[in-house]
């Protein structure tokens, strides 16, 4: 079933019509309370926001949800809170005892019919694409670990996600971000705790992509191994104010500038990374040239905007019969990896943009996971989240 979908995404098929995108964020039933105080800055500066948010996201549809699992020494009663990012609040989801493991840590789940409603069969690694770039959100915000790997059984105990849902919008785990330090079994130990209510009921009715994309998340397999976040410390000023350039952006940027966005990719992610630069204007394509840019644009879903930029970092690996857990770790690494790097990008004072749903073609790197388009930035440039 994830050799199909793999193939399906990075296949010329266009996606079906649109279908509604449901709920900004999931409506869970419990009492809101204020963000505490130690918890506040990370995820103003990883999550928070309304459309225009820190973490990009594929037509800025945000399917990545966020479950806190906050000790006794986080200023709220132990237990289980939802965090809205639109009013930058928590949900209690139900408190539990005083014993509780101390420290704080985020369960992301995504709620696969967002992405899916615009991106139909090609959302399946766009969601694992999205978990990567909000979990490099809050490391670049100071999160000192994260799971993008942990069973998503385990996950989903863990943050207490209610079984069957009962008609409501599902939500499905994918990874786990320590925002403070805690014990190695924390996950475990917040498993132990009983689930909590559901969210409140939706009369959309899922059509079958849609429910082949709830099996496909539902079947993860997976190991618990904590990572260090490798996130540069960057300024407050940077973290708050970056966002994916609009096109064009043709300026290469010096090549200094281009191996440190680079190096920040490599340093995140064991994918093979190459960087492509685009061709003096008027050149014409060699036989032996490494490829450009503009050379990719076809299997970019046709973002003809590959024709306007300086430079594409660009991750690949992967193939379509790869085992369903390579394909969640390798796009949710390469996700995470490219939130690093264009974090470095804005820094660095260049123009960024990241680039998704890609397809197979004939010409460039073999099975594209992820990439990074790069140029100077102009007066031009400012934009939205990626498309």
């Known amino acids: ?50 459309r225009l948010r820190p973490a990009a996201s594929a ?22 809170y939802a965090y809205d990012p639109v009013r930058h609040r928590l949900l209690a989801r139900g408190t539990v005892s005083a014993d509780a493991p101390p420290g704080a840590v985020a369960v992301l789940t995504v709620t696969a019919r967002r992405t899916l409603s615009h991106y139909g069969h090609r959302a399946w ?10 979990a490099a959100a809050l490391a670049l915000a100071g999160a000192p670990q994260w799971c993008p790997d942990a069973d998503i059984t385990l996950l989903a105990a863990a943050a207490g996600l209610p079984p069957g849902w009962r008609g409501a919008e599902p939500e499905h785990p994918l990874a786990a971000v320590r925002l403070t330090p805690g014990p190695a079994d924390v996950l475990d130990r917040w498993a132990a705790y009983a689930p909590g209510a559901p ?14 994309m709830w099996h496909v998340l539902s079947s993860l397999p997976g190991t618990t191994t904590w990572r260090p976040a490798a996130a540069p410390a960057l300024p407050d000023t940077t973290l708050s104010s970056r966002r994916s350039a609009r096109p064009p952006f043709p300026g290469v940027p010096a090549r200094t500038l281009l191996e440190q966005v680079l190096a920040t990719a490599r340093r995140a992610a064991p994918v093979p990374w190459h960087l492509l630069t685009a061709r003096h204007p008027g050149a014409a394509a060699r ?16 973002q003809s905007l ?46 960024s943009r990241p680039i998704g749903s890609w397809q197979h073609g004939p010409c460039g790197p073999p099975h594209i996971i992820h990439a990074l388009a790069l140029g100077v930035r102009t007066q031009h440039t400012e934009g939205t989240d990626r498309p």
């Not at 079933?1 to 900004?24: E, F, K, V």
């Not at 918890?39 to 990883?46: E, M, P, Q």
């Not at 379509?320 to 660095?348: C, E, F, K, T």
């Open 1 to 50: 079933m994830t050799y199909l979908h793999t193939a399906l995404a990075r296949s010329a098929q266009p996606p079906g019509p649109d279908i509604p995108a449901g709920h900004q964020v999931t409506p869970w039933p419990g009492k809101p309370h204020p963000v505490p105080p130690n918890l506040d800055r990370l995820l103003r500066l990883s999550l928070g926001g309304n």
């Open 59 to 80: 037509g800025a549809l945000h399917p990545v949800n966020a479950h806190l699992l906050l000790g006794p020494d986080n200023r709220l009663p132990p237990g289980r």
């Open 125 to 134: 690694p766009l969601l694992l694409l999205d978990t990567g770039h909000a």
């Open 199 to 212: 969210p409140l009921a939706t009369s959309l009715t899922p059509p079958p992509v849609l429910r082949e």
């Open 287 to 302: 036989p032996a040239a490494p490829a450009a840019p503009a050379d990719l644009a076809a299997r970019a879903a046709g």
């Open 306 to 351: 590959l024709q306007h930029v300086g430079a594409l970092l660009v991750a690949h690996g992967c193939p379509d019969d790869a085992p369903s857990a390579q394909v969640r770790q390798a796009h949710v690494l390469a996700g995470h990896a490219v939130g690093l790097a264009q974090a470095v990008a804005a820094h660095l004072g260049l123009a």
